[in-house]
């Protein structure tokens, strides 16, 4: 396949052109991120073949979080995300992550497991973040709904498991190198299916001062204190679902499993409608909205595990519809607001601060969980929405913060 021409630096840039490129980035979101979650796929499998044990299990998710953390805090302490061409970047990162995730065949321990999930995880940080920045090349208006479903991809692609769970997978070498095999697909789909567009961002130099936007720029500042909040939600929310409502359903775990991918899946759509809402009534509207709206369910839902197990999955699919609606504007606001020589530092740190944060959420839930019940498990995620509104209200105020 040849490489097509640049679009011209215009502002006339053909509208059909940037929904081609929303749909190719997309689909390279999706294939691209298949190996964060192919090991909460075939975990079943993997405890009988490596001996692991269900908490040791949990800690697999874990490790791919902290790679991902450590790959962010790489990228943005030498600047790369904006030194590189961010499609480049993102086909390297899924050729790293696709190495990693094929190490799941040759390692034997927990250890080994833990080793080659943590290179994951370091990998995929060359590909999120930089899909963002080269997707807000194609857009200035609409990008809040551009953003929005890149991140719905990426949601569904999370859902995967859960359905793969529910209705019986293939054997688990199979899934791990079909994965391996999308996630270089979405790479190489993102490097050559597309050119930048016409709203390019400044070239720059490394300057390891830089790695501070994310706290030096108030508007940043905002509007990361809203990811941050957003993060102590979503991840424990996703991951600890279909525990909870295996206890809902009496350990129906097929039953729990689909409700999850519906519950998880959803939050596609809720990506779309929150970067509509993001551009036609702003930002801090969108995400406040949003963050009422989950915020709520967070602190209601775990009340509910002795309940009807259809009115529970109702007010689960509004959560998990919510939960995310927000998250692409986090990232829109940092494009909009940032040094534009550094957008792609300042997006990868604020990725690399919020997805610290989740992995204190993934470990809290199940402690409190099991000391007082799934109320107070779920209820301890509710400071993170109300953080993320009070830094949308306060930012709201700024001028131009919208």
């Known amino acids: 396949m040849t490489t097509p021409t640049p679009v011209a630096h215009s502002a006339q840039a053909d509208p059909d052109g940037r929904w081609r490129a929303l749909a190719i980035l997309s689909i390279a979101m999706v294939l691209a991120m298949t190996t964060w979650f192919s090991a909460a796929a075939v975990l079943p499998q993997l405890r009988d073949v490596i001996g692991i044990s269900d908490a040791q299990g949990g800690l697999l998710t874990i490790a791919v979080q902290l790679g991902f953390v450590t790959g962010a805090l790489i990228s943005a302490a030498t600047n790369l995300a904006d030194l590189l061409p961010a499609r480049r970047l993102v ?148 991951a600890w679902f279909a525990v909870f409502y295996a206890d809902v359903v009496d350990d129906n775990t097929r039953t729990a499993a689909l409700a999850t991918f519906a519950v998880i899946g959803i939050g596609a759509l809720g990506s779309w409608v929150g970067g509509v809402i993001s551009d036609r009534m702003g930002r801090t509207t969108a995400t406040t909205i949003a963050m009422l709206c989950s915020g709520a369910m967070a602190l209601v839902v775990g009340a509910l595990v002795d309940a009807s197990p259809a009115l529970v999955l109702a007010l689960g699919l509004f959560w998990g519809f919510w939960v995310v609606a927000d998250s692409a504007q986090f990232s829109a606001l940092v494009t909009e607001h940032a040094d534009q020589r550094y957008v792609g530092t300042a997006v990868t740190m604020q990725l690399a601060i919020g997805f610290t944060l989740t992995v204190i959420t993934i470990w809290l839930v199940p402690l409190v969980r099991d000391a007082s019940g799934w109320w107070l498990a779920f209820a301890i995620l509710v400071p993170g929405p109300a953080l993320g509104v009070w830094a949308m209200q306060r930012l709201r105020r700024l001028p131009a913060g919208t």
């Not at 190490?103 to 940080?125: E, K, Q």
């Not at 999370?158 to 270089?184: E, K």
């Open 91 to 238: 086909l390297l990162g899924t050729i790293g992550a696709a190495v990693a995730n094929l190490g799941l065949l040759v390692i034997d321990s927990f250890t080994g497991a833990v080793a080659v999930r943590f290179a994951v995880g370091v990998s995929l940080a060359g590909v999120y973040g930089p899909s963002l920045k080269a997707m807000a090349t194609w857009f200035r208006a609409g990008r809040g709904t551009a953003l929005g479903v890149m991140v719905g991809a990426l949601t569904l692609g999370s859902a995967t498991p859960h359905l793969v769970n529910g209705i019986g997978g293939a054997d688990w070498r199979t899934v791990i190198v079909a994965t391996s095999v999308l996630t270089v697909l979405g790479g190489v789909i993102a490097e050559v299916g597309i050119s930048d567009g016409p709203f390019p961002f400044p070239r720059t130099v490394f300057d390891p001062t830089k790695l501070g936007l994310v706290f030096t720029n108030r508007k940043v500042r905002l509007a990361s204190m809203g990811y941050f909040g957003h993060m102590w939600e979503l991840y424990a929310m996703w």
